[in-house]
């Protein structure tokens, strides 16, 4: 069993910075791409970011294209956001999810693990 566990979110102003983290218990981490996805109130969960198993490659939606950053440490099975220049329209809960396969995925329905979520608030 899989356990990922989000910390990091809070009430930030427009502009301002924010770092997720995610930890994962159990040795599946390390073979498998990770994700992060967001959903506002009252619209679907939409795709973030997500990062492949070894790390190299990384994958964005293009709302969040060279404002965000996703990043793992195998070694400390843990997965990072780092979250810049953030805008009003990027609060939500966000939600770190490991996938059934090596290579990253944008579908939500390639993750079998979810975390419980974290608040981002950006304020204008």
């Known amino acids: 069993q899989v356990q990922l566990v989000e910390s990091g979110g809070g009430l930030v102003q427009a502009g301002g910075s924010l770092r997720l983290s995610c930890a994962a218990s159990?040795?599946?981490?390390?073979?498998?791409?990770m994700g992060w996805f967001r959903q506002a109130p009252g619209k679907e969960r939409e795709f973030v970011a997500a990062?492949?198993?070894?790390?190299?490659?990384?994958d964005y939606a293009n709302s969040v294209k060279g404002r965000f950053t996703i990043s793992r440490v195998n070694a400390k099975n843990t997965v990072y956001l780092q979250m810049n220049s953030l805008k009003p329209e990027d609060t939500a809960v966000y939600y770190c999810?490991?996938?059934?396969?090596?290579?990253?995925?944008?579908?939500?329905?390639?993750?079998?693990?979810w975390g419980q979520g974290t608040q981002v608030s950006v304020s204008s």
């Open positions: 159990g040795r599946t981490f390390i073979s498998r791409a």
């Open positions: 999810a490991l996938s059934k396969y090596a290579n990253y995925r944008a579908d939500g329905n390639d993750y079998d693990y």
């Open positions: 990062i492949n198993w070894r790390g190299g490659s990384t």
